[in-house]
Every structure is written in structure tokens, then in C-alpha cells.
């Protein structure tokens, strides 16, 4: 279950909200005439500053934010506003999350399907493992996988829908197409297989004790790891813990 302190709303108002976050966010705003947009904001050179969702409501628009970056993203936002016709305010509803039928008024996930629904006008929100599901389908969280040091393609974004290269200009634009169109990855975020257990943040390392990756979320036999992949064969370890990754 998500709980309403985990996740804050901003509220973006103003003529030129929509060209304001355009420039901005690494998605296409006009989605937003479809439904929920699944996004990012970026340093200059590209790397992680937070995701949120941006959320249609009426002529607002509505940033469904982790609450531990809430206060921090509407001070950059603010910082980039300049004359522009926007007002930046705290939105006091709560957001709720479940899967199957979606209710009245809520929105499908854009990042995937399986991830169910969300909800912003008082929807019953369900008793649900979601660090089973974000592990199942490889889907990073605030804070967890996605760091200050994050690049977007590397954690999945693409695939989750969460970065459109045809909407032109925005910051960290540059860096992030120059991934997508001119570099094989060499790093990034999977899937592994675990036996036992350890920290959020400990070392993946090979029988030579070279660094493979890091170990996050877990589930059952199964996490997330950042891990590079020319290293991340044959056996691995994260201190007690046994960890396979196949490509």
C-alpha cells in the first residue's frame, strides 16, 4: 500500500504551465490529453534530480512527487520560472494506488500496466506488495535505485516510458540523447537471482573482489542491482548473499 505521507502533490498553475514543465521534464507534457505522463527532471549534464508523474486536473496540473523530494523539486522549479506566467503550490489531496478494475476518476500507470492504477480524489487505496511487483518488473523508486548519480536510460526509463526523444529541448536533453543514439550501455539496472540477503547498498563483487554493481530492493529470490554487466558473470556475491545475474 502507498501511504499518504510517502507521496505529495504540487500543484502547477498558470498560462504557461505547459510550456514551462515542456522544457523542463524528459516526457511529453501534451500526453497529458491521454492521461497520466510518467517523468524526470535533470541536472544539465543529464543525471537524476527526481520522477514524478504529472497528473491532468481541470487546467491544473498536478506533480505526484515522492515526499522526500517534494520540497526540494518545487524549489528548482521555482528557480526556473522566471517571468513565466506559473504559480507552484502545495496540493493537500492524497494519492492512492491498487490494481485490477480501475475506479472512477483514477489513471492506469503509464510506466506499465501491471503496475495497476493511481488515484487522486479519494480512491481506496489496496494493501499491496509493491517493492514485489517494482522488483518483478525491474521498476526503480525514489531513493532506493535512483540516485543523484542515476542516468535515466540506464535505470529503465525508456522501457517504463518515462523519456520521449522526438519532444525536442530540455535540460539534460543532450546527455540523455547522446546514451540513447551513440553509446552501448555498459551499466545499468537488472534483475538478479538472490540466495539470503543484505543491505540496500551493498557491493555485488566477483570472486576477485572486483565491484560488479550494487545491491537494492529485494524480493523473495529476486532484486534490483546496479550492476556492470562485463563483470557481472559467474558467481557473485553481496557480503552473505549469493547473487546470479543472467543477461
Request: hydrophobic share 40%; proline share 4%; aromatic share 8%.
Amino acid at each position: 500500500m502507498i501511504h499518504p505521507e510517502t507521496r505529495r502533490l504540487l500543484r502547477v498553475t498558470g498560462a504557461d504551465a505547459r510550456a514551462f514543465l515542456q522544457g523542463l521534464l524528459t516526457n511529453d507534457v501534451q500526453k497529458l490529453d491521454q492521461g497520466l505522463v510518467y517523468t524526470a527532471m535533470l541536472t544539465p549534464q543529464g543525471k537524476y534530480i527526481a520522477d514524478f508523474f504529472l497528473v491532468p486536473d481541470g487546467d491544473a496540473i498536478l506533480l505526484d512527487t515522492d515526499a522526500s523530494q517534494t520540497d526540494a523539486l518545487a524549489k528548482r522549479l521555482t528557480m526556473y520560472k522566471l517571468r513565466a506566467d506559473v504559480t507552484i503550490a502545495d496540493d493537500k489531496r492524497s494519492v492512492s494506488r491498487g490494481l485490477g478494475p480501475i475506479p472512477e476518476g483514477a489513471f492506469v500507470d503509464p510506466r506499465l500496466a501491471a503496475l495497476g492504477w493511481r488515484g487522486y480524489d479519494g480512491q481506496i487505496a489496496q494493501d499491496v506488495d509493491w517493492t514485489a511487483l517494482n522488483v518483478t518488473h525491474s521498476v526503480p523508486r525514489a531513493g532506493i535505485e535512483l540516485t543523484p548519480d542515476s542516468f535515466l536510460l540506464e535505470m529503465g526509463f525508456e522501457r517504463l516510458n518515462g523519456v520521449d526523444f522526438k519532444k525536442g529541448c530540455y535540460v539534460g536533453q543532450e546527455v540523455t540523447a547522446r546514451m540513447k543514439h551513440k553509446t552501448q550501455l555498459r551499466k545499468g539496472l537488472a534483475q538478479v537471482s538472490i540466495t539470503g540477503s543484505a543491505p540496500i547498498g551493498t557491493d555485488i563483487t566477483t570472486e576477485a573482489d572486483k565491484v560488479a554493481g550494487t545491491l537494492f530492493s529485494q524480493s523473495g529470490d529476486k532484486a534490483l542491482a546496479y550492476v556492470r554487466f562485463d563483470r557481472a558473470t559467474g558467481p557473485l556475491k553481496a557480503k552473505d548473499a549469493q547473487i546470479t545475474y543472467a543477461s
